[in-house]
């Protein structure tokens, strides 16, 4: 009978070992760390595979014609989106300034003009397949980038 109540005493201990180390884990997780992004945590900042130029094609539909859009993201959270002539030169004056973010599957985009920060926009759901990223809005429009850096 003794040997019982030490088997029960053990299992009771490993038990509340285990829940103990749950319990632990469950903490906040999230380091809301904002290295630099005015408030918006790391882990809102997109992931390495946004980090890069992207070139707009031309209509949303499968063709390999090119636009003259540029988008430029960088690891720290910003964003610039640039009108390009047909050589690929960046148009002087046509450059806009953005913060992105990315939550449950969305890009965010926040404009930054003159000191502004405008609100968050929410450009659609994006995936990236084959260095092509889709960005598709809830009305079903997509637009499509080819990954050129």
């Known amino acids: 009978m003794n040997s019982k109540k030490n088997l029960w005493g053990l299992f009771?201990?490993?038990?509340f070992a285990i829940m103990s180390v749950g319990f632990v884990s469950c903490g906040d997780d999230d380091d809301d760390t904002t290295n630099g992004n005015d408030g918006v945590s790391q882990q809102q900042v997109a992931s390495n595979s946004l980090i890069g130029t992207w070139r707009k094609y031309s209509s949303s539909t499968v063709t390999d014609e090119l636009g003259h859009i540029?988008?430029?993201?960088?690891?720290?959270?910003?964003?610039y989106?640039?009108?390009?002539?047909?050589?690929?030169?960046?148009?002087?004056?046509?450059?806009?300034?953005?913060?992105?973010?990315?939550e449950n599957g969305h890009l965010y985009t926040q404009k930054q003009k003159e000191?502004?920060?405008?609100s968050w926009k929410d450009e659609g759901a994006y995936t990236i397949t084959n260095n092509v990223?889709?960005?598709?809005?809830d009305s079903g429009k997509a637009n499509r980038y080819l990954k050129i850096k």
Not at 70 to 79: I, S
Not at 115 to 118: A, M, P, R, V
């Open 115 to 118: 000191g502004k920060e405008y």
């Open 133 to 137: 990223l889709e960005v598709t809005k």
């Open 81 to 102: 989106e640039h009108d390009i002539d047909d050589n690929l030169n960046i148009i002087e004056g046509k450059t806009e300034t953005f913060k992105y973010k990315t």
């Open 12 to 15: 009771t201990l490993i038990m």
């Open 70 to 79: 540029l988008w430029e993201f960088n690891a720290d959270g910003t964003m």
